[in-house]
């Protein structure tokens, strides 16, 4: 019923861009909180960056300065800009959202199913 699609991934050489997009469909009357994760080969999934409702971010360490997350609560996409790309972020990057859901409306996570990034060095 909810679904996720991210788009914007690809091939990069070290120093360069890509701004990633992920929009939420369905029955959806509100959105706690959109995120991107990321998953290099060999490695654990490991949040990259969010961003709730209101407005309050976070991000990864190891990105700080360099990417940055947004959101566009009307059309329910959350977007990640990726400056200043190195070989140590290439890995698949996955979309989620936190999601009041009916009947009981408890909030649930769902996620998109990734889109490649490669950079190369």
């Known amino acids: 019923q909810v679904q996720l699609v991210e788009s914007g991934g690809g091939l990069v050489q070290a120093g360069g861009s890509l701004r990633l997009s992920c929009a939420a469909s369905?029955?959806?009357?509100?959105?706690?909180?959109m995120g991107w994760y990321r998953q290099a080969a060999g490695k654990q999934r490991e949040l990259v960056a969010s961003e709730t409702r209101g407005g309050s971010t976070n991000y990864a360490d190891s990105v700080k300065g360099r990417f940055t997350i947004s959101r566009d609560n009307a059309k329910n996409t959350v977007y990640l800009q990726m400056n200043n790309l190195t070989p140590e972020d290439t890995a698949v990057y996955y979309c989620n959202a936190q999601i009041p859901t009916p009947p009981a409306w408890d909030v649930r996570t769902y996620w998109g199913q990734g889109t490649q990034v490669t950079v190369s060095s």
């Open positions: 369905g029955s959806i009357f509100r959105i706690v909180a």
